[in-house]
């Protein structure tokens, strides 16, 4: 599957236990310096703790809407992660997880 990128990702109808691996997915088949909206309907700020232990410094994270309905998010990769991904396991099409 590929990234639209110009199309949100909205979290609203995707059953909680496969969210958080869906935008892990959606992130690492970003490009670097590009970003996708991501839509829930709640903080997501657990998620923003996960991609700071995860990616730290290799993602950026901007809210575009804070509720208290709608929580929007652009979620763009850095340009930092080509070159990690250039020398792990990952720059293969693996995952590291």
């Not at 691996?21 to 970003?30: E, I, K, Q, R």
């Not at 809407?65 to 990952?90: F, L, N, T």
Request: charged content about 20%; overall charge negative.
């Amino acid at each position: 599957m590929t990234l639209d990128v110009s199309m949100p990702l909205d979290l609203r109808q995707i059953a909680p236990p496969s969210r958080h691996a869906l935008v892990f997915g959606s992130f690492a088949a970003l490009q670097p310096g590009e970003a996708f909206e991501l839509v829930n309907d709640h903080d997501p700020a657990p998620l923003h703790q996960q991609f700071e232990m995860r990616s730290p410094g290799l993602f950026s994270w901007r809210y575009l809407e804070s509720g208290p309905d709608v929580w929007r998010v652009e979620i763009g990769k850095q340009a930092q992660a080509a070159k990690k991904a250039a020398g792990s396991c990952c720059s293969g099409g693996g995952c590291c997880g």
